[in-house]
């Protein structure tokens, strides 16, 4: 380079300034580009272009010195990135019905990638989902239920969750309804009253009280909320942000319907069409299972049954908390497992539209060979009957979902796509595969 005198050095830094300006301006009009200003493809090309202009137009002699070659390939790669939009994606575990078999429990939640070889959370998964009845029918009722708070701990900190559910076994137990209780695993507590005190105000007890609901809602993708955001949304407008001021963005509200419903819902029983609290949901289902819940543990235990009378709920329950427990409610409906196709496919959409949901996904009614898909997945039922009391198979649902950008960043097209699949000791059944374009501006940091 030749050597300049100081005029024409101040010359060229000037004659910098605006380009420098210019391309801050240009580039500041994009959205998403301040975070991956900082991103190397961005930076690189902000530099290759910057030196590409400046080499050719203001300081054209240095060309003819270095080879082009680097910064054209540069240029190439420029042309067709979508370096600003990143794309998503979240992992999804659910079980069953798990009876009080540890052993059984802890080679699913292995082969399914949540726990690691040394039994601790594996770190694998965003979310592991267990839509209850961990008690009864075994001797490990215990250790399971320390199990999942264990992992519930360890899940937090690596900024994973664990959503568990009470079956219609837990509700048993705690109404003194002990039918399915077996001698050996009253043992494992000691006394009756050593395991009414455990079940009410004890560590299982307390547990129930606050990590478990009786339903959740799931959604795929954080721009919906944390799980349990109640459904319909209370603000609208925080799913799906418009950009204040900005011409380019288009918003269109079939695909923004769609995104709405990017959730599943989780109860052991199942959603019935006819239940009356399903919205908002999952609040409302979990207000009223809070409520019974408290005055269930609340209450002086009844002397089990059998060989006591069976106790019934507490005085002073509701209408609607004793629906939450009856035949028709999340804890017991089989109807999604038992009705023929034509019933359950014709109700099916009233129900996912009603919670905004694009799955059910429920235990309680086991098949002991597969998990079952019916509607094309938009029903999953997961119990196979994993204790050795059922002697079924092990199984656990996997969901992977992706979220990624297609097109330009202005366009806002992302291609959204939900892959279910059936686990088992020896295999992989995929269920349903789903592909979808959506339009829009989704925060994947929303929390
Ligand atoms: C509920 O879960 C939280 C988070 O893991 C934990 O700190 C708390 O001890 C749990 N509650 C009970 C009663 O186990």
Request: aromatic share 10%; proline share 8%; with cysteine.
């Amino acid at each position: 380079m030749p050597i300049l005198n100081p005029t024409r050095r101040k010359a060229i830094f000037y004659g910098f300034l605006p380009l420098i300006a210019l391309y801050l301006l240009y580039n500041f009009k994009l959205r998403h580009l301040i975070p991956a200003i900082t991103t190397w493809p961005t930076q690189r090309r902000i530099v290759a272009d910057l030196s590409d202009i400046a080499r050719h137009r203001i300081m054209p002699w240095s060309v003819e010195h270095e080879s082009d070659e680097f910064w054209e390939d540069e240029g190439e790669h420029v042309e067709d990135s979508v370096a600003t939009r990143l794309p998503f994606s979240r992992h999804i575990v659910a079980v069953g019905d798990l009876h009080g078999d540890l052993p059984n429990a802890r080679k699913v939640l292995t082969f399914a990638g949540v726990l690691n070889e040394r039994g601790d959370w594996s770190g694998d998964v965003d979310f592991f989902v267990q839509t209850g009845d961990i008690i009864d029918r075994g001797d490990d009722t215990i250790p399971l239920f320390f199990l999942m708070e264990r992992l519930r701990a360890q899940a937090a900190e690596v900024g994973g969750t664990v959503l568990s559910h009470l079956g219609n076994h837990e509700w048993m137990n705690a109404i003194g309804d002990w039918r399915y209780v077996y001698p050996s695993e009253l043992k494992t507590f000691g006394t009756i009253a050593a395991r009414q005190r455990m079940l009410t105000t004890g560590r299982i007890g307390r547990a129930w009280a606050q990590n478990y609901t009786t339903a959740s809602r799931l959604p795929l993708h954080p721009s919906l909320g944390p799980p349990n955001t109640p459904y319909p949304p209370q603000h609208m407008s925080i799913n799906f942000q418009k950009e204040e001021s900005s011409t380019e963005f288009e918003y269109h509200p079939s695909s923004s319907d769609r995104m709405s419903h990017a959730a599943l819902s989780f109860v052991h029983g199942g959603l019935s069409p006819t239940y009356g609290n399903l919205s908002p949901f999952p609040t409302k289902i979990n207000e009223l299972s809070d409520s019974l819940l408290a005055k269930l543990q609340q209450r002086p235990q009844p002397p089990p049954h059998p060989p006591h009378p069976y106790p019934g709920l507490p005085h002073g329950t509701t209408p609607e908390e004793a629906h939450l427990y009856d035949a028709n409610g999340p804890l017991w409906y089989r109807g999604w497992a038992t009705e023929p196709d034509e019933v359950v496919c014709a109700q099916v959409n009233e129900v996912l539209a009603k919670t905004g949901t694009r799955r059910m996904i429920m235990g309680h009614t086991p098949d002991f060979h597969n998990i079952k898909s019916r509607c094309n997945g938009k029903i999953i039922i997961i119990d196979t009957g994993i204790s050795h009391a059922y002697g079924g198979v092990l199984s656990a649902l996997s969901i992977h979902y992706t979220l990624r950008p297609i097109g330009d960043d202005a366009s806002n097209r992302w291609i959204e796509r939900e892959v279910v699949s059936a686990l088992y000791h020896d295999r992989r059944d995929v269920i349903v595969t789903d592909e979808r374009e959506v339009v829009g501006e989704f925060d994947h940091d929303y929390s």
